[in-house]
C-alpha cells in the first residue's frame, strides 16, 4: 500500500538520482525533507548506499531505528544491506522485524524469502513465500487495439542503418512453435513475477527433484489429504484446512536435515496445493495454464531427460507428519506447474542443440522463438544460454531485446567496447521509433533535443556508468572510431552530451 515513503513519488526520485547521478542533490533533498518527518530516513539511507557512503548509511539506519522501531521501510533497509553483505543470520531476524511490522506488504515476506534462500533454508524459504500477500498487476489502463494487417510507418533520416532495418521480418519467417507462444511466466509482472523468480532461484540451486521433495515435506499433498480423511473418524465434521494450520508441537526438519521452527501460519483462505493440474477457475494469473503437454519432441532416437511434473507422487508412503504441514496457495501451486513447463521446454531444447551439435547439423529456430528462448533461459538463470540464444537471433534480424540481452552480457563482463556498441544500436533504434520532434525542425536542432518517448533511462543509465569507468573523452572516441554513419553516432554523442549536463563522474565538467 501506498505510504510517504513508498509511493509512485518516491519512486521516480530515486530511480531519477541513480539515472542521473546526481546523488549529493538528493542527498540534500531528503536530509531536508527527514527534518520534518525521521520516516524519510529510509529514503535517504538508500541514496547513501547507492552513493558509496555505507559507513554514513549505517549510522543513519541506526539512529533512526532507535526513534522508530518499528518502521518496516528502514527494518526493510537494514535487512537488503544485511544480506548483500553476506550476513543472512543477522538480515534474517530484522527481517522477521519487518514481517511483524508490516505483515500485509508483500515486500517484507519478500525479503524474508530472499533471505532464507541467500541462507540456504530451502523449507522456510518455500513456507515464507507461500505466506506472501499476492497483488493483482495494474497496468495503464488503454484499450487493446487490433493488429494491424501492415505497417507503414515514416522514418527519420538520422535513423537510417542497414544493421538495425527488420524490414526482412515477415509473420512467415517469424513463425512461433505453439508451446514456445504458451509459456506463462514471460507475463508476469509485479509481485508473481518476483515470487516466480525466487522459485527458480531455488530451483538453480538445488534442482528441479530437490524442490519437489521439500515441497512435500513442507506442504499438505494430496495423497496425504486423501488418507488423513480416510483414517479420520467423523472425517466429514473436520476441517482440513483448520488441521493443517494448527501450529505444531515440535520443530521439523528442513532440506538438509537440520531442525528449524516452523515459520508463520499462512492465510486462513490457503487452497490445498493437489497433485493433479489446477483448474482453470481456480487460478487467477492464467486460465490457459494446465497439465503440460509434451507437444516439442526431440528429433533423434535418444530420449530426453526430463524434470518430475510437480504433481507426480514424491513417494511418500507415510503420513504422520499431515497436522504439522501448511496448505499451499493455489498461486503457488499455479507457480510450480508454470516452473515444470519452463523447465521441460529448456531441457528438450538444450537436448536438442547437443544433438544437433554432434551431428554437425544446423539447429534452426525463427528469430521470434530465439527471443523466447533467450528470456527462458534468462529466467531459469542460465545467462549464458540465453545470450547464445540472442546472438542467434541478432545474426537473423535486428532484435531491440535480444540486443539488450547481449548488452547485459557485456556488463557482466566488463567489456566496455562491446557495450558501447550495443548502446549506439539500441540509441538509434529508441530514437528511431518513439521520436515525436517534428520532421520541419533543423536537423541540428533535433540533435538537441530529447523528447520522453525517446529518451531511455536505462540507456542513459548505462551511458553513465560507462563514463564514471572509462571517462568521457575514451567514450567519445570508441564511438568515433565505430564504423557507422555519423548521424547514428551523433546520437549516441547525445546520450554522452547529458551525462555532462548532470556532471556526472567522468565527464570533462
Same mark, same amino acid.
Given at each position: ?47 547513501? $548506499?547507492?552513493?558509496?557512503? =555505507? ?201 538438509? +536435515? ?31 495454464? !494446465? ?9 533423434? +532416437? ?17 503420513? $504422520? ?15 510450480? $506447474? ?15 542443440? !547437443? ?49 539488450? +540481452? ?9 567489456? +566496455?567496447?562491446? $557495450? ?15 521520436? =515525436? ?73
Amino acid at each position: 500500500m501506498p505510504n510517504l515513503v513508498s509511493n509512485h513519488l518516491t519512486s521516480g526520485l530515486l530511480n531519477y538520482i541513480k539515472t542521473t547521478g546526481r546523488y549529493a542533490s538528493g542527498i540534500n533533498l531528503f536530509e531536508k525533507l527527514r527534518e520534518r518527518d525521521p520516516e524519510i530516513s529510509s529514503l535517504l539511507a538508500r541514496v547513501y $548506499m547507492a552513493s558509496d557512503e =555505507e559507513v554514513k548509511a549505517v549510522q543513519l539506519l541506526r539512529e533512526a531505528v532507535e526513534e522508530l522501531p518499528m518502521d518496516y521501510s528502514l527494518l526493510d533497509c537494514q535487512a537488503e544491506f544485511c544480506n548483500r553483505k553476506g550476513r543472512g543470520d543477522m538480515a534474517a531476524e530484522i527481517a522477521k522485524r519487518g514481517v511483524v511490522s508490516a505483515p500485509s506488504e508483500f515486500g517484507t515476506w519478500a525479503r524474508l524469502a530472499e533471505v532464507y534462500v541467500g541462507m540456504e533454508q530451502w523449507d522456510l524459504a518455500l513456507l515464507t513465500l507461500n505466506s506472501c500477500p499476492m497483488f493483482t498487476y495494474q497496468d495503464k489502463d488503454a484499450p487493446r487495439l487490433p493488429e494491424p494487417s501492415r505497417i507503414s510507418l515514416p522514418l527519420a533520416p538520422e535513423t537510417m542503418c542497414d544493421e538495425i532495418d527488420d524490414a526482412g521480418a515477415t509473420p512467415e519467417t517469424d513463425m512461433v512453435h505453439p508451446t514456445l507462444r504458451r509459456l506463462a511466466a514471460s507475463n508476469y509482472k509485479g509481485t508473481f513475477f518476483k515470487a516466480y523468480m525466487l522459485l527458480t532461484e531455488i530451483t538453480k540451486k538445488i534442482g528441479w527433484d530437490q524442490l519437489l521433495k521439500i515441497r512435500s515435506q513442507v506442504f499438505v499433498m494430496e495423497e496425504e489429504y486423501r488418507h488423513e480423511k480416510q483414517t479420520q473418524p467423523g472425517g466429514g465434521s473436520r476441517n482440513a484446512s483448520i488441521v493443517a494450520l494448527k501450529a505444531p508441537d515440535t520443530p521439523q526438519p528442513n532440506g538438509h +536435515g537440520d531442525i528449524v521452527e516452523e515459520a508463520e501460519d499462512s492465510d486462513a483462505g490457503s487452497e490445498l496445493l493437489t497433485e493433479g493440474e489446477p483448474s482453470a477457475a481456480s487460478s487467477h494469473l492464467d486460465p490457459e495454464v !494446465s497439465k503440460p503437454s509434451h507437444s516439442v519432441t526431440v528429433r533423434s +532416437g535418444a530420449e530426453t531427460p526430463q524434470p518430475q511434473p510437480p504433481y507426480a507422487d514424491p513417494a511418500h508412503q507415510t503420513y $504422520m507428519q499431515f497436522q504439522h504441514k501448511r496448505l499451499c496457495e493455489r498461486w503457488l501451486d499455479n507457480l510450480f $506447474m508454470v516452473l515444470y513447463e519452463d523447465l521441460r521446454i529448456y531441457t528438450i531444447w538444450r537436448t536438442e542443440a !547437443s544433438q544437433y551439435k554432434q551431428q554437425q547439423l544446423a539447429y534452426k529456430k525463427s528469430a521470434e522463438e530465439w527471443e523466447i528462448l533467450g528470456d527462458l533461459a534468462e529466467r531459469l538463470h542460465h545467462p549464458e544460454e540465453a545470450v547464445e540464444a540472442w546472438q542467434s537471433c541478432l545474426n537473423m534480424r535486428y532484435s531491440p531485446k535480444a540486443m539488450r +540481452g547481449v548488452l547485459r552480457m557485456y556488463e557482466r563482463r566488463g567489456d +566496455g567496447r562491446g $557495450m558501447l556498441n550495443a548502446l549506439i544500436r539500441l540509441i538509434a533504434w529508441q530514437y528511431r521509433w518513439y521520436s =515525436e520532434v517534428s520532421s520541419k525542425c533543423p536537423k541540428q536542432a533535433r540533435l538537441l533535443v530529447l523528447t520522453p518517448l525517446q529518451f531511455s533511462p536505462d540507456l542513459l543509465y548505462t551511458m553513465r556508468k560507462l563514463i564514471e569507468e572509462e571517462g568521457a573523452v575514451k567514450v567519445r572516441s570508441i564511438v568515433q572510431a565505430t564504423s557507422l554513419p555519423q548521424n547514428i553516432l551523433d546520437l549516441t554523442h547525445q546520450y554522452a552530451g547529458l551525462c555532462a549536463a548532470f556532471r556526472s563522474n567522468g565527464t570533462d565538467g
